[in-house]
């Protein structure tokens, strides 16, 4: 089992859709999650750290559910723009250092 | 200017040559790493560094090796470059002290192609 597990879709949405992504993990010791966007063929940039209590940045909303061990990612109104490749990010854990960043989710929103 | 750099952005090689990929920085962090990205697999961690005098193997260290000149500089080096270490290549740095649990910055990534 992997680490940190995503759907790699791709999701196919309208704009003005509303997509959601989960990601889950396997360390019950994380401490630190996070969503980062990747555009085609560049390099990965943070979108929003995720906390326990929820948060949201615009039309971006992540949470966190340490029982479950998933994180979510919701965004609302689609962009044309959002088209991206989403990635999870799982930091900390026993036995030093350990940020793993999940395979992606891909999404393509449609005019 | 971007924040981390890389170079070079593109390179092809052949099996059996040694390559040098370089990473700056002007962010004035100590934490750098260099990560490799493959399709289906995301990020994996080759080595980081926490500080000058600091160097660690990540998840998939072998047939690399890596050095931190300075406090700005981090180099990744193929020492006997093979065709499974095509992939693309990404160096990052974070701040120790940041509070919001270590987001990393990075680089604009070098394609190698090693045939």
């Known amino acids: 089992r992997k680490e940190v597990e995503q759907d790699p879709g791709p999701f196919n949405v309208p704009e003005g859709a509303t997509v959601a992504f989960n990601c889950t993990y396997s360390?019950?010791?994380?401490?630190?999650f996070f969503w980062y966007r990747q555009d085609c063929r560049k390099e990965p940039k943070l979108l929003m750290s995720?906390?326990?209590s929820g948060n949201e940045d615009g039309r971006f909303t992540a949470q966190l559910n340490r029982a479950s061990q998933y994180i979510s990612l919701l965004i609302r109104d689609s962009k044309l723009s959002d088209s991206a490749t989403y990635l999870c990010v799982v930091n900390g854990g026993t036995g030093g250092f350990k940020t793993i960043f999940g395979a992606g989710t891909r999404l393509f929103v449609k005019a | 200017d971007a924040d981390v750099t890389q170079t070079p952005r593109n390179r092809i090689t052949k099996t059996g040559k040694r390559i040098m990929l370089e990473c700056s920085q002007t962010?004035?962090?100590?934490?750098m790493y260099w990560y490799r990205q493959d399709p289906g697999l995301g990020l994996r961690l080759i080595y980081y560094?926490?500080?000058?005098?600091?160097?660690n193997k990540g998840e998939i260290s072998d047939g690399y090796s890596v050095s931190r000149q300075a406090q700005a500089k981090f180099s990744l080096s193929l020492e006997s470059a093979i065709p499974n270490q095509t992939a693309l290549y990404f160096c990052?740095?974070?701040?120790?002290?940041?509070?919001?649990?270590?987001?990393?910055?990075f680089g604009p990534g070098t394609r190698l192609t090693v045939l």
């Open positions: 560094s926490f500080d000058v005098k600091d160097i």
């Open positions: 962010k004035g962090h100590d934490r």
């Open positions: 990052a740095t974070s701040d120790l002290w940041d509070p919001s649990g270590d987001e990393q910055f």
């Open positions: 995720v906390y326990s």
């Open positions: 360390n019950s010791a994380s401490q630190s």
